[in-house]
């Protein structure tokens, strides 16, 4: 495993060298960048129907839009809250497999683990060295959720921002598919990018982010929060590995009003409109469509058919996910071969960003 470990990353170096090269070659000041994308998701708690939506379903899209894609399971970002270690190395895989049942290919695209990958820890001392207190303290993140707890929060939670920042800029990233919620922060990722430049000449791309189609998907117990991985009621989240009667029973407990007629009006009618929104979603087919086969039912029966609907999308992943983690050694496999990869691009732009500090 060693040596074919070894072969995958001298080959990575090979297409690296070679990229280098023909950036150098480029004539001019302002040198032609390869469009990359990065994009991460922690390990923690089972992948719902909003992950699914708001961005895995685009994670496999950008696979054939762009020829350089890095998806990062990221577990040092999972430690800013207690974890159980064995439970942590299970959710680990368990995500890899759930990843690769929903389409990520790892022969389109760089799926690896974050903590093997040591050069985004380095990296993100150096910006963090860069960034100040306040701004930090400012995030909106940050101040939800130490809202949430007995203490102020630990430091790895206030300036795990900046650890993303890192993720993203290691790889020369140039564009980053987010949600609405991450906005802010890539806003500081892109305030440390034009830092760093200006301070130690032009050598990170300002990556874009790339806006979800998907807007948020709600609670289906309060259509006025997010569906959460983390809400405490349980009929509120549809994940991806639930069965088809857990779907029917929360689709039936969902939240909705007195009027039975099925309309989209998010600002008067949230919860039927969130019905609406996931139906459209599923099937592909547009909201307006779906208002129209949905004429002449009531919002108890329609919300049948959109359990339906989903039961029908989840159900191949679903299958796929089962068989997967019952193949731990393919999945660990994966896991050493992405890293390797992403190793192989890390390396030599964290060397360039050493000397450019002014570290031996």
């Not at 874009?208 to 117990?221: A, E, F, G």
């Amino acid at each position: 495993m060693a040596l074919h470990l070894m072969r995958k990353a001298r080959r990575c170096w090979s297409f690296i060298r070679a990229l280098h090269k023909a950036t150098a070659s480029a004539s001019g000041p302002k040198k032609d960048v390869m469009e990359r994308v990065f994009s991460g998701i922690q390990p923690t708690g089972i992948l719902h129907l909003g992950n699914y939506l708001g961005a895995i379903e685009s994670w496999v899209r950008l696979q054939d839009e762009y020829s350089s894609v890095l998806y990062s399971i990221v577990d040092l970002h999972s430690i800013t809250a207690p974890q159980d270690p064995a439970l942590l190395q299970q959710s680990i895989l368990d995500m890899t497999a759930t990843l690769l049942a929903c389409g990520i290919n790892p022969e389109k695209s760089i799926l690896f683990q974050q903590s093997q990958v040591s050069e985004h820890t380095q990296l993100s001392w150096i910006l963090t060295c860069m960034v100040r207190l306040p701004r930090l303290q400012h995030l909106h993140q940050w101040k939800a959720k130490t809202a949430n707890q007995k203490h102020d929060g630990t430091m790895g939670l206030l300036t795990y921002p900046v650890l993303q920042a890192a993720d993203i800029l290691l790889y020369k990233s140039t564009h980053v598919p987010v949600g609405e919620d991450q906005v802010q922060h890539m806003e500081l990722v892109q305030d440390l990018a034009q830092g760093f430049n200006k301070k130690y000449g032009e050598f990170f791309p300002v990556p874009k982010s790339i806006l979800t189609p998907m807007k948020k998907v709600k609670s289906l117990r309060d259509p006025s929060a997010k569906m959460s991985k983390s809400d405490p009621d349980k009929l509120a989240t549809v994940r991806i590995t639930d069965s088809p009667e857990e779907i029917v029973q929360k689709f039936r407990k969902a939240v909705t009003d007195f009027t039975s007629e099925v309309t989209y009006d998010p600002a008067s009618r949230g919860g039927v409109s969130n019905m609406v929104a996931i139906h459209a979603a599923v099937t592909g087919l547009t909201v307006e469509e779906v208002i129209h086969q949905s004429a002449g039912l009531d919002t108890a029966r329609y919300k049948l058919v959109v359990a339906d609907a989903v039961i029908e999308k989840f159900a191949p992943i679903k299958s796929e996910i089962e068989k997967l983690k019952m193949d731990k050694d393919h999945l660990e496999k994966v896991l050493q071969v992405g890293s390797a990869k992403a190793k192989a691009l890390a390396y030599p732009v964290y060397q360039e960003v050493k000397k450019l500090v002014g570290f031996l």
